[in-house]
Each structure stands twice: as structure tokens, then as C-alpha cells.
């Protein structure tokens, strides 16, 4: 069993940067990790996911450049470094992590935080 945790959302202008946190809470290096955001009115949407050891990191073509996922397993937290911000990044954002490792999949990750909220104003 694993519990997320997510920290680092706010209110930032486009062309900021922020970076979020997820703080894991069981056995979370033997998971792969990831990111899904989701904004009023739209689908969930994939973001970045990271496999157990680091190694492997995949993006969307939306984020990719802008965004870095990175991970401690020595801290059991996962991160996602956001720059070069824009108004469409808005979004509510969700930590995951599961066993298998198809990264776009939602249904891969058996464990979702509560999610924390990123506002890009322009």
C-alpha cells in the first residue's frame, strides 16, 4: 500500500516555474511513478511518468522540454520540475504510482494523491 502526497501548487505568471512534490509513504521505490493533470471541464490528461529505478522517464508531446521528472527513492519522493509555464499548463496535478509500466495509462497506476492545483495566469 502506498500513500501520495502532493505539495508545491500555486498561483504563478506564464513563463514561471514551479516545482512540485510527492511524498510517498510505503514502499514506493519498487513502483514506477508519474503525473496526470486534469483542468475544469477536460479530461484527465498524462503528463510524465518515471520508471521505479529513474531511469526511464517519458512525457507528453504537450510538456515535453518544458517539464523534468525526477525522483529520490532514498526520500521516497517523486518531483516535477515545471518551466517555461503557460496558461494551458493550469490544471489540477496528481501524483501516481503502480507496478506496471505503461506510462500514458491511468489505469497502470494503483495509487493517485489528492492532487494539488497549479494556476498559470497570463
Known amino acids: 500500500q502506498v500513500q501520495l502526497v502532493e505539495s508545491g501548487g500555486g498561483l504563478v505568471q506564464a513563463g514561471g516555474s514551479l516545482r512540485l512534490s510527492c511524498v510517498a509513504s510505503?514502499?514506493?521505490?519498487?513502483?514506477?511513478a508519474g503525473w496526470f493533470r486534469q483542468a475544469p471541464g477536460k479530461e484527465r490528461e498524462f503528463v510524465a511518468a518515471i520508471n521505479w529505478s529513474g531511469r526511464s522517464t517519458f512525457y507528453s508531446d504537450s510538456v515535453k522540454g518544458r517539464f523534468t521528472i525526477a525522483r529520490d527513492n532514498a526520500k521516497n519522493t517523486a518531483y516535477l520540475e515545471m518551466n517555461s509555464l503557460k496558461p494551458e499548463d493550469t490544471a489540477a496535478y496528481y501524483c501516481?504510482?503502480?507496478?506496471?509500466?505503461?506510462?500514458?495509462?491511468?489505469?497502470?497506476?494503483?495509487?493517485w494523491g489528492q492532487g494539488t492545483q497549479v494556476t498559470v495566469s497570463s
Open positions: 501516481v504510482a503502480g507496478s506496471v509500466w505503461v506510462p500514458r495509462r491511468p489505469t497502470a497506476y494503483a495509487y
Open positions: 510505503g514502499r514506493f521505490s519498487s513502483y514506477h
